[in-house]
């Protein structure tokens, strides 16, 4: 952009200089000159051939338009803008950052593999909501004492075994007593059947009133240890303590998850009892379904002598108990008893 010394002049001191007709150049004392250069000479030479005001006045008013136009360009950005936009952070979070007032739309990028755990998202409606997951259900083993159910009167008194017996099946129950001990025990009443329970210490202690009922049913109880530790992991001492812990008065022991090795069983010998383990198992503790479980503890494979391992606690077993009539009916139906493991 070329502009006149003339029309410079003018804009910056306007007493001193104007454009007359023709082109020329008025100073303040009247003299007209033709104007021939462009701003980008030295328009000095034409002021002081006009007669003008010295050199020193048109550096001062060339310095003055320079500041001028410095103030324009560096406002120029920010005019309607309001406030200059910050500079966007660094880093992966950088793509996904937009000022609030803007309307572009935003990446459809998709976040980079870099970037840590995203955000929870928000909403113009309201706050933002963090979904807390629902707690899991608890044992029945840790349960608050319920009020046992009421048994049939007098269950000690079973009728007799009905003749023509193919021979003994030998049902099993461990990690007990529960709050699903009493319904297992009135379908052993009804069906005339006795069993063998497992039971914990730290069970007994919630469900003292399940102790008595479980003899008081004619069935049995053995000792699964305190708590259901690992006894081939432990010391000597410490299978002590366990089985000690464990039900009193028991006869027989059953060491958790059949975890067992001479050393435990001598160790199991040598506080009075005998280590009982089994012969088949539902897997009922996994909760395959009360048919899978029926099958497991009534089928073909099941005979005079069997030892059937299932469980009365450690979580929840509506299974085992819907499957627990089915179970003995079938087996009754071939002949077999069901009764408590001898020496227990």
């Known amino acids: 952009m070329t502009i006149r010394s003339g029309v410079l002049m003018a804009h910056v001191y306007p007493p001193l200089a104007r454009i007359g007709t023709a082109g020329r150049l ?54 309607g803008c309001g406030t200059a936009p910050e500079s966007p952070p660094f880093g992966p979070s950088a793509a996904v950052t937009a000022s609030p007032t803007s309307s572009a739309p935003p990446s459809s990028a998709p976040p980079s593999s870099m970037s840590p ?50 021979g003994v099946v030998y049902l099993t ?19 005339h059947s006795t069993a ?4 914990l210490g730290v069970n007994q202690r919630l469900y003292p009133d399940l102790v008595g009922a479980v003899r008081a049913q004619g069935s049995s109880i053995g000792n699964h240890t305190y708590d259901h530790r690992d006894l081939t992991m432990m010391s ?7 089985l000690k812990r464990g039900p009193k008065g028991s006869k027989c022991a059953r060491p958790p998850y059949g975890a067992t090795t001479p050393r435990v069983r001598q160790l199991i010998n040598g506080m009075g009892m005998t280590q009982m383990l089994w012969s088949n198992d539902t897997s009922d503790w996994s909760r395959p379904g009360s ?12 005979g005079n002598g069997s030892v059937v391992l299932m469980h009365d606690g450690g979580g929840p077993r509506a299974q085992t108990v819907a499957a627990l009539p089915k179970i003995i009916a079938e ?5 077999y008893l069901i009764r408590k493991l001898p020496g227990c």
């Open 117 to 166: 755990t995203p955000a929870p998202r928000t909403s113009s409606a309201g706050p933002v909501v963090h979904v807390v997951p629902a707690a899991p259900p608890k044992n029945p083993e840790v349960l608050p004492k319920p009020k046992p159910a009421p048994l049939p009167a007098d269950p000690r008194h079973l009728p007799g075994a009905p003749p023509g017996s193919r």
């Open 331 to 335: 087996l009754q139906r071939r002949g």
């Open 291 to 302: 048919r899978v479980i029926y099958l497991r503890a009534a089928g073909p494979q099941i």
């Open 26 to 79: 008025v100073t303040a004392d009247g003299v007209q000159t033709p104007v021939r250069r462009a701003a980008s000479l030295d328009a000095q030479d034409d002021i002081a051939r006009a007669g003008g005001r010295p050199t020193t006045m048109f550096v001062r008013a060339r310095a003055r338009l320079l500041a001028l136009l410095s103030v324009a360009l560096l406002a120029y950005p920010l005019a």
């Open 173 to 191: 129950f461990d990690d007990g007593p529960s709050t699903f001990t009493p319904e297992i025990l009135r379908i052993l009443t009804r069906t």
């Open 236 to 242: 000597n001492a410490g299978v002590r303590s366990e």
């Open 196 to 199: 063998t329970f497992f039971q």
